[in-house]
């Protein structure tokens, strides 16, 4: 069947019935959510265990089950890599991983793949691994991509239920109270795992750093948490800082940047008050910076900024440019001291953040987004998960929940990379479909959604470079040569969830190349 | 049937099978919550309306249905009036108030029960409203009282499925986000809500200041909250501060704070890193205080104290005499300042704090509390809400959820008050069993529960006057007459669940006096 985007989609994918994506917001459920597990404790209950191996012996973990991790300290993680060794040492097969994202340093899942531990994947996957599952015939069901609000919406609407939930914590008390942003090796808030804690059959908390009760601010709490293990390691915070978290330097991109800050104080949302988005991506990092000039010139502060919390934007906090931040993860030390100190910084959990089956999200007060694309095509559908010859390399994060609700959601992407053309007639796959993209800045110019001509107007009357999709395409079809497509298979290798559950597009197994 | 502290129980209360009383721990279940319902926005939804009649209607509120209130404002709260008010406007009838407690300002309560605006009441009943159902009659069911956390047990469960849920939020915004720290007349924290706003079909946030997106921190959350009212005024703030919340005068009462401060400093516990409850009654205010001191001497402190949040808690935060305080509601605005400037002063709700069916709660981890009582008797069970003249005139608060967690539970009584005799053969009502129950102080000796020779051994090596109930009671008995006992008829007026959702006792209709 064909979905809401014009994307083919089979009526089943793996052991799936599929919903086809029908609209952004086509989906109004008015059932229930499913049911928590009922639990119980003594007063005297010890949780403390000597090892993940007896954790996974305690909470009854057997073959085909579903275990969960957060990615909070995304390429410096050492909990998923532990917890996979201790399941294959225990002899399990056929886990399905419910983690929130994959990096390069989980690259020995391949390998735990390959000798049956783990049997499938669902969540972001970053590299290595995405490239392997890419290759297709390695897991047992395709794999599934979703938000950070459809990860979350997930688990509530009980489309996946987690058998036991990992869960890395710099800090936790006996009882598994737990948090990020204090112990020995703060990687921010670990509420990514709030409602893996919350919903699953069991949950588990791994920390380096066990203090006395209470642990606080409580994260993860220990109404929910079924044991606790002390190990050496859970992971590096020096990693969370990856390397794309730098203030571009390329004029490319340093040109995209000033042309979208002046395109959100042309917009008409630049007013006292209004709220934004700063992403951690290079450019958008560089667009923070120059909105935060262009407050401070204007007289005038954000209400509110949702992050990524980094350096960049405490300072706008502390300099009273922006009066609240909302923090979904810590992308940087200086965030995670902030997060301790500053009232106006505050943790935030993806069901607060962007949770569709919700009576509202933070991404819905949104003024204005600045995100990023791997492509774009000329019906403004945005590709965020595969690069042009067609490897699964990148998940969604909050890309999806903060595009559909932004009031003007802009997506700054360079015209051409690695020799690329980056718009094209058809992404290579939608994870973000054109109905909620309002602006696409490149170097060459700013395209302006059809379905907002109001904001066209307003970019015109300042002067701004105005054109259309399809002229900025055409301008570099001139310069580059189209790239070599891929050949897809019939195998579908992933599936792209929409936030709300239903299947916007999936990838399949590149074959050959035309 | 008689349960698990040899009272008659009938198998049926109203429409409501009951599951007795076994034991302090003796249910455990496997089962799962109840699911909590579907919600929906779209970006652009506006939930702000004119009135409680316009949110009435909104959520669809008619006959027969639950609502539900928090209790933060005490008796200076101004919603549960005005809100019963408005549905007796819109013509509804036989409603169920699913309320924490209700407080001599609630009085209003008793026309509507007469005209039949509200006919079933589940929650404290403090004063006049727990007098007039003591009267008999009035109610389509019995009246159900429940611990802090036996209410936010028994949403989780399903027990009662509350339709409408209004919230009394110092601070809102547009969305539902909502805090009692902030505001024009701040309440403390009003988590004691939060279960309410997350299970209920429709949530009403009630508020007299609408500040702009994000207000936080986010006790009651956009994601849950459907509608938002704005309201000239929703409680009294200098009416959070009752009568009681004042450290005793009385040198009978003293002279029991004194007793049972040396007892905690004899019984073991009292050393570095302790924790223990802080009660917000006259005697226990004077037990803070004087452990305070006693602490300053010995050269230790508190690892962390639960509140009842009050300026004397606060002070021993400051002084660095108790490192956190975990704070579920605020007795006075030294408290709620403090939530908002001290790191080591923290909120939690009643799921977190005493929640049976879960992995831990907070009072599990106490190793000293000290609590009231109205009457105690010679099994050391507890009854706190009703008097000796058979009236129903309290709620049960914490008792149970603090008497079953702690490690040593002290209840503070004085053995004569108003000329009757507090230390009973049989306790008019069970509210806490004697087996949760370690030590009895009056002013008269220190009794210490047969189960725990270990205290009764150190008391003495200590010098304190520890004696028996029996003798205590004997004592008081050559004092004063013994009290006139009511006769009660057949009856039932109200249900005492304990904390895991058995009943423990029933309070049945005075008919006259023995």
């Known amino acids: 069947m064909r979905n809401g985007v014009d994307r083919e989609i089979p009526e089943q994918i793996g052991t799936r019935d599929v919903r086809p994506y029908e609209g952004a917001y086509a989906t109004v459920r008015t059932d229930r959510k499913v049911a928590r597990h009922q639990k119980w404790s003594s007063p005297q ?71 049956g531990v783990v049997a499938r994947i669902e969540g972001s996957m970053n590299g290595p691994v995405g490239a392997f599952v890419s290759q297709g015939g390695q897991l047992a069901e395709p794999a599934v991509l979703r938000s950070h609000g459809g990860r979350w919406r997930a688990v509530e609407a009980g489309d996946v239920e987690i058998d036991v939930a990992f869960i890395a914590a710099p800090q936790a008390d006996p009882l598994g109270d737990a948090t ?63 390397g794309t978290l730098q203030l571009t330097r390329s004029p490319t991109n340093l040109r995209i940047a000033r042309l979208t800050a002046e395109a959100v104080v042309a917009s008409g949302v630049f007013v006292d008050g209004f709220g934004f988005q700063g992403g951690a ?59 301790r100190e500053d009232d106006g910084h505050v943790a935030i959990d993806p069901g607060f ?41 990148h998940g969604i994060g909050g890309h999806q929940d903060v595009a559909a609700g932004a009031g003007m959601t802009m997506i700054t992407v360079p015209s051409i990379r690695g020799r690329l053309p980056m718009i094209l007639d058809r992404v290579t796959t939608v994870t973000t479909p054109g109905e909620v993209i309002d602006v696409v800045v490149t170097e060459r110019g700013i395209a302006v959604n059809p379905r907002r001509e109001d904001l066209k107007d307003r970019f015109e009357a300042a002067g701004l470079p105005v054109r259309t999709l399809a002229e900025i395409r055409e301008e570099v079809g001139r310069l580059v040569r189209p790239a070599r497509k891929p050949v897809f298979g019939e195998e579908i290798i992933a599936a792209i969830e929409w936030r709300d559950g239903t299947i916007i597009d999936v990838v399949r197994k590149v074959e050959g190349w035309a």
Request: aromatic share 8%.
């Open 353 to 393: 953040y962007a949770n569709y089956d919700s009576r509202s999200c933070a991404t819905y007060q949104l003024d204005a987004a600045f995100l990023g694309a791997t492509e774009v095509d000329l019906d403004f559908n945005v590709n965020v998960n595969t690069h042009s010859d067609g490897q699964l390399l």
């Open 45 to 115: 209950d010890d949780k403390v265990l000597p090892s993940i191996e007896a954790a996974i012996e305690a909470c009854g973990l057997s073959d085909g089950m579903t275990i969960s991790f957060h990615h909070c300290f995304r390429n410096g993680d050492r909990v998923v890599n532990q917890v996979l060794d201790a399941c294959a040492r225990k002899g399990l097969k056929g886990l399905r991983i419910y983690a929130t994202a994959l990096f390069p340093v989980h690259e020995p899942v391949i390998e735990h793949v390959k000798s």
């Open 180 to 242: 990020g942003i204090r112990g020995k090796t703060p990687c921010g808030p670990i509420q990514f795992s709030a409602v893996d804690a919350q919903y699953a059959r069991k949950t588990v908390v791994v920390t380096n750093d066990l203090q006395p009760y209470p642990v606080h601010p409580f994260e993860i709490q220990a109404a929910w948490t079924d044991y606790v293990v002390e190990v050496d390691e859970i992971g590096d915070p020096e990693n969370i800082v990856s």
């Open 281 to 339: 991506g290079g450019i958008s990092l560089a667009v923070t910076k120059y909105l935060g000039d262009e407050m401070e010139k204007a007289g005038i502060a954000a209400g509110f900024a949702i992050g990524g919390g980094t350096k960049l934007l405490i300072d706008l906090l502390h300099r009273g440019l922006v009066r609240t931040v909302l923090e979904g993860q810590a992308f940087d030390l200086d965030a995670i001291a902030s997060l």
